[in-house]
Antibody, heavy 119, light 108 residues
Framework: EVQLVESGGNLVQPGGSLRLSCAAS????????MNWVRQAPGRGLEWVSY????????YYADSVKGRFTISRDNAKNSLFLQMNSLRAEDTAIYYC????????????WGQGVLVTVSS | EIVLTQSPATLSVSPGERATLSCRASQSVGSKLAWFQQKPGQAPRLLIS???TRATGIPARFSGSGSGTEFTLTISSLQSEDFAVYYC??????????FGQGTKVEIK
């Protein structure tokens, strides 16, 4: 069974940093592209970042470019999101989401972790 | 960036009735459109990919249609567990991967 479990969410002050993790199991993690998607309270879904299976290709949404860094450790079946210079508008539930192996839609999602940016 | 517009924002339907949800793309996405269901406090769940292919375990009452810029998700006979928010997502032109703003299906 595919499982994605996020951790690392917390309350952080504006300008602060946080590192999210996503532990993957039930599939060959190193073969799959991965993403972070967020959802602000009461709002819709916003794609945040993408990383290829081999780490060679990375993309970011304009709203986080230069502040967030996606990475992965295939040996540990883990995905990460380093978030710096956090702003109030970064407050959201952050989901890790797996790319389908053949197509570029998101087929499995974690349960999400809450990041609150507030003083 | 491709913008997806979903309508209506809220759909009030009685159990057992049919629900029809729309998703319009600002430019053609071919058949590269997925639908997700999200219940309160839960992660999104994949329902449909390729505009019309149901994901594993998704009941046959869910069907998707369309191509290019106009897409529809139909729930043929609403069950109590189907009341949720539904999102469309395009994966034809990326990055960014974009989502519609969602349609809430509520009990009438």
């Amino acid at each position: 069974e595919v499982q994605l479990v996020e951790s690392g969410g917390n309350l952080v002050q504006p300008g602060g940093s946080l590192r999210l993790s996503c532990a993957a199991s039930g599939f060959t993690f190193s073969s799959y592209e991965m993403n972070w998607v967020r959802q602000a309270p009461g709002r819709g879904l916003e794609w945040v970042s993408y990383i290829s299976s081999s780490v060679h290709i990375i993309y970011y949404a304009d709203s986080v470019k230069g502040r967030f860094t996606i990475s992965r450790d295939n040996a540990k079946n883990s995905l990460f999101l380093q978030m710096n210079s956090l702003r109030a508008e970064d407050t959201a539930i952050y989901y890790c989401a797996r790319h389908n192996y053949y197509e570029h839609y998101f087929d499995y999602w974690g349960q999400g972790v809450l990041v609150t940016v507030s003083s | 960036e491709i913008v997806l517009t979903q309508s209506p924002a809220t759909l009030s339907v009685s159990p057992g009735e049919r629900a029809t949800l729309s998703c319009r793309a600002s430019q053609s996405v071919g058949s590269k459109l997925a639908w997700f269901q999200q219940k309160p406090g839960q992660a999104p769940r994949l329902l449909i990919s390729g505009a019309s292919t149901r994901a594993t375990g998704i009941p046959a009452r869910f069907s998707g249609s369309g191509s290019g810029t106009e897409f529809t998700l139909t729930i043929s006979s609403l069950q109590s567990e189907d009341f949720a928010v539904y999102y469309c997502q395009q994966y034809n032109n990326w990055p960014p991967w974009t989502f519609g703003q969602g349609t809430k299906v509520e009990i009438k």
